[in-house]
């Protein structure tokens, strides 16, 4: 009857605009492939398929593997057996646990990282993410929950999207485990990290991190992995592992796509 018709329900109209703007949106991510080949992620090189890397930059990333620290995952050297720490670990213990990586920061993790913060290549995440999740195998089997570590409102209104966050759900896709991308607040925003000396770091993440009403409840007991892209000191990790934990988190771990490592560590 033209009756019901006519009386279709606002959300239905809704849902009507919504699938015709995916529609669109949907043809021209089509128009756009067919028109550009999909690119390394690194060095542009043209590929086959998207979201991916060329033969040379794979053969270049470097994936993080056992030996390594079992706090901390810095690589060592040679294997020197199971549970060994490395220096850095027994001189200076972190507020978390343990933390992996999936990659060495280098060249091509820094484009990967680059593309994704600032070229809009979120189809990145997927890759990154599987390696994260790899990385942090021991880790996500232990955790309840994953926790982004925040940007500030105001990075995070220029960016519009929180590179954490979106790793932490790629990440988490395989395990089910939930993100709780508004259990932090950055409360202040920080100046960057890069360029300043390891106490500088430390000081200026001091207090720069809070968990938020929702939070709390969230966290509570919790077996927590925080996420991020890149490790470098340690110190934002850090700080916000205190802070979780501060609020009544049970244990909290640490899964970055990347970490800065000076060279092989010889174990003690
Ligand atoms: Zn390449």
Known sequence: MSDT??????????????RMAQFGRATLSIA???ALPPLCASCRTPLGNPGGLCPGCWSRISFIAPPYCERLGIPFAYDPGPGILSIEA??????????????????VARDLVHRLKYGDRLDLATSMGRWMARAGRELLEDADALVPVPLHWRRLWGRRFNQAAVLAKAAASNSGLPVLTGALRRMRATPQQVGLSRSARAA???????????????????????VD??????????A?????????????????????????RVPI
Not at 90 to 107: E, L
Not at 229 to 238: I, K, N, P, Y
Not at 242 to 253: H, I, K, P, S
Request: aromatic letters at 6%; a positive charge.
């Open 240 to 264: 916000c592992a205190r802070t979780l934990l501060r609020a009544g988190a049970r244990n909290v771990d640490v899964l970055v796509f990347a970490r800065v490592v000076a060279a092989a």
């Open 90 to 107: 027994i001189a200076d213990p972190p507020a978390y646990g343990r933390a992996r990586a999936a990659v060495r920061y280098d060249d």
């Open 229 to 238: 892209d890149v490790l470098t000191s340690g110190a934002t990790v850090d």
């Open 32 to 34: 756009l492939d067919a």
């Open 204 to 226: 200026n993440v001091q207090g720069a991190f809070a968990v938020t009403q929702d939070g709390k409840a969230a966290i509570y007991g919790k077996r927590l992995i925080l």
């Open 5 to 18: 018709e006519s009386s279709a329900p606002q959300a239905d109209r809704g849902s009507i605009f919504a």
